[in-house]
């Protein structure tokens, strides 16, 4: 019986040493969802594998997605049926492997006079769509007439609107598909650390990789970690570690930068997802999500540094732009944005490309030092990412005479799944609520608890005091107490940001509990006051970064 990693940011320091005194199988650099699936696919073919992550787990991209797990109906339009096939097909998958995180989402495609999709167009295309995606009966596409439209979404224009395309996708929340997938893998016997930065790499006398030098960004010390193979998926910094390594040749990255903005669902209350035109061309999503609507997204050329993207003033402008001539009734201004984000797409560079015709298919590519670096891909497709990454390992391995297992990723159940289907899901989620009602919880909030941590929400709810005044805080503290105990939560930012997404769902409930959250960490972890202080101005300057735009640029 394989041992497994404490997650818990209070055996780190155990857990660094223990890593220096292994040799791995496989180290995976980048804890984005391409690094976990990593994980977890070589770990269940019972390779030692550890996992490197520089900032938080999924602090890259993975944590500023549209969050959804979709076939990419935009992709059909550049004739790349091969990834709306695998993505597709993928969907379902995912969603049974944790039913509880990948929700079943309709979409709403409006056909409006002069748009990027007519109705014979959107009819057959969305066909195509079901059928390389094997997509069930009962969800199939349904094309609808203007009235039927405007019923499933009032807010669209009665004017040039004639009718909508109507179909099914899946709704996620991609920092915690990515931890969750970690966890797994940790179930497996891999290891997972975050905030380790691997600087360079260690070669053998042939040349060949066999280790990493990596800074803890939380200690500052050096260490050394050996193993026999490397994977570099570091997303956006892919093409950072091929320099490192000196094989930065051949296929280089495309950066390409994606915001979305966060608005109160007062503010703009589509009653369901909507897949929408934009005057330039482009399409893009506006999402209902609990208590707010979030709107992307942009697709813009980026050369700047990958560690500082912002949304910027332009970027929000756009998507305020693009809501308010979709929906007439509605006229959204900069002040109504209560949170935000901005993420890069590690896209392969193509000659004569635009940022948005970019494929998004991932490609692998092995140095003459071995080193492995896998790049491009989506969300939904991180397990046969996952695959064809260790599968360039199990080949490796295979001509030394040793065989692995193959693939079985389609079959592991990602932690916090106790359910066969959805239906348990909603089944579960209104025992939680039956739970909290009560003590003054509301049903969207148990909700809110399910869909993030799954069957977990029984740990939680036992960490509660249900007599305690103020029961927000308390169910907020559980939900702390869990995070730090079994998600290697190190900070807050950890916390509102990734764990829980409440930086940019639920606003109000950071800037409203962030003291008490800053004492908690202070009597758990031990830590100084100037770290305290330290954490006060990022968690600060984060509030700011992401819900404050300046609305006198906007006027000028
Ligand atoms: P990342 O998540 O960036 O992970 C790489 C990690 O490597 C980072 O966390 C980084 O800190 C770490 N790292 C870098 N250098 C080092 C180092 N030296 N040492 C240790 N660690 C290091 N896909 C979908 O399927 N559905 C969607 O709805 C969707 N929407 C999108 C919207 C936007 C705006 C964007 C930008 C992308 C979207 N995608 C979507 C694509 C998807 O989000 C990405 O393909 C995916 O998240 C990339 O994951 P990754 O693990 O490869 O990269």
């Known amino acids: ?26 180290i995976v650099i980048g804890g984005g969802i391409t690094g976990a699936g990593i994980a977890l696919d070589a770990s269940s073919r019972g390779l030692k594998t550890l996992l490197l992550e520089k900032g938080d787990f999924s602090s890259g991209t993975s944590s500023k997605s549209t969050k959804l797990i979709h076939g990419g109906l935009r992709y059909l339009k550049q004739f790349d049926f091969w990834l709306v096939k695998e993505v597709g097909t993928e969907r379902a ?33 969305l066909k195509i769509y079901d059928l390389l995606a094997q997509v069930t009966e009962e969800d199939r596409r349904q094309m609808l007439n203007k009235e039927e439209a405007l019923q499933k979404e009032p807010l669209l224009p009665d004017e040039g609107l004639n009718g909508a395309g109507y179909y099914a996708e899946y709704r996620t929340d991609d920092s915690r598909l990515t931890i969750e997938i970690i966890k797994t893998s940790l179930n497996l016997g ?39 193979y ?23 990255l495309h950066l390409t930068k994606g915001v979305h903005l966060v608005f109160p669902h007062n503010k703009l209350p589509v009653k369901q997802s909507v897949y929408f035109d934009v005057p330039d061309g482009r399409m893009i999503f506006a999402i209902p999500r609990g208590r707010v609507t979030y709107v992307g997204t942009t697709d813009t050329d980026y050369t700047g540094d990958p560690d500082k993207v912002n949304t910027e003033l332009t970027d929000a402008l756009y998507l305020i732009a693009a809501v308010n001539n979709m929906f007439p009734a509605i006229n959204l201004q900069l002040e109504d944005i209560e949170s935000s984000w901005a993420g890069l797409r590690p896209l392969i560079h193509e000659e004569g490309k635009s940022a948005s015709e970019l494929s998004r298919k991932d490609e692998i590519f092995i140095s003459d030092s071995g080193l492995i670096s896998i790049a491009g891909g989506k969300l939904t497709g991180y397990r046969k990412m996952a695959e064809r990454a260790v599968n360039c ?21 990602l ?39 799954g069957a977990q929400a029984d740990q939680i ?59 908690y960490f202070r009597q758990k972890l031990e ?30």
């Not at 200690?219 to 970690?225: D, G, L, M, Q, R």
């Not at 006051?529 to 984060?542: C, D, G, H, L």
């Open 1 to 26: 019986m394989k041992k497994v990693q404490s997650f818990s940011a209070l055996h780190r320091q155990d857990e660094l040493r223990s890593i220096q005194q292994e040799r791995f199988d496989l």
């Open 93 to 125: 998958i995912v969603h049974q492997l944790a039913p509880h995180l990948v929700l079943p989402e309709k979409m709403l495609l409006p056909l409006i006079e002069g748009g990027s999709y007519g109705k014979w167009l959107t009819s057959f295309g």
């Open 190 to 228: 891999a290891k997972a650390l975050n905030y380790m930065e691997v600087e360079s790499f260690l070669y053998d006398s042939q040349g060949k990789v066999c280790g990493v030098n990596v800074l803890d960004l939380h200690t500052e010390e050096h260490i050394e970690v050996k193993a026999d």
């Open 230 to 252: 490397i994977i570099n998926a570091a997303g956006p910094w892919v093409d950072q570690l091929r320099t490192r390594d000196g094989s930065r040749k051949g296929k280089q």
């Open 393 to 413: 390992v199990s080949k490796s391995i295979a001509e030394k005479g040793i065989t692995t297992k193959p693939c079985q990723t389609d079959k592991i159940p």
């Open 415 to 453: 932690s916090g799944n106790a359910f066969k289907d959805f239906k348990e899901v909603s089944a579960y989620a209104n025992q939680v609520y039956n739970k909290l009602k009560p003590i003054g919880i509301s049903e969207a909030k148990a909700w809110s608890l399910v869909t993030t941590y």
């Open 461 to 519: 709810l036992d960490g509660m005091d249900p007599k305690a005044e103020d029961v927000q805080w308390q169910l907020l503290k559980a939900e702390l107490e869990f995070t730090l105990k079994h998600e290697m939560v190190t900070c807050p930012a950890d916390f509102f940001i990734r764990r829980t997404g409440k930086l940019y769902f639920d606003i109000d409930e950071v800037r409203k509990y962030l003291e008490p959250v800053l004492s």
């Open 527 to 556: 830590v100084p006051p100037e770290t305290i202080q330290k954490w006060e101005k990022e968690m600060q300057s984060e509030i700011q970064r992401h819900s404050e735009f300046n609305p006198e640029q906007y006027t000028s």
